[in-house]
């Protein structure tokens, strides 16, 4: 394993489908930002902040399987969050960005599991 210092990124660690939930994240990131300044929703535009802080703390491998549960609880909450709070007057931006959250819950779901089985495996006797 390699050692790095520490709070240095760690770009060489990131599994192939982890770019791809990053490249996810970082595009409901800035989907939520522009919706929250567009809006005027202070909340949203948190939530976007959220999202691109994740990456950071991805980025320098801090707690990547915790990171994967949080940001399943953290992305599914916001579907319905949206559909309540939107109450019929959805956007193309709106759809664009639950799509992709549909699809980065299943990513970080499988990446969770992933990580904890070949864990196992790895410390199998």
Do not use: C
């Not at 948190?46 to 399987?65: E, N």
């Amino acid at each position: 394993m390699t050692q790095y210092p520490s709070g240095t990124l760690k770009i060489g660690s990131v599994p192939s489908l982890g770019w791809v939930a990053l490249g996810l994240v970082f595009l409901t990131g800035v989907l939520h930002v522009y919706a929250g300044v567009v809006e005027g929703r202070a909340p949203v535009t948190l939530a976007g902040v959220g999202f691109l802080g994740a990456i950071l703390l991805y980025l320098v491998d801090y707690r990547r399987p915790l990171l994967y549960l949080v940001g399943v609880v953290y992305t599914a909450v916001q579907i319905p969050l949206w559909y309540v709070a939107k109450a019929g007057e959805f956007t193309t931006v709106g759809y664009v960005d639950k799509a992709v959250q549909v699809v980065l819950v299943a990513l970080l779901v499988y990446l969770y599991w992933h990580t904890r089985a070949a864990k196992n495996t790895s410390s199998a006797p």
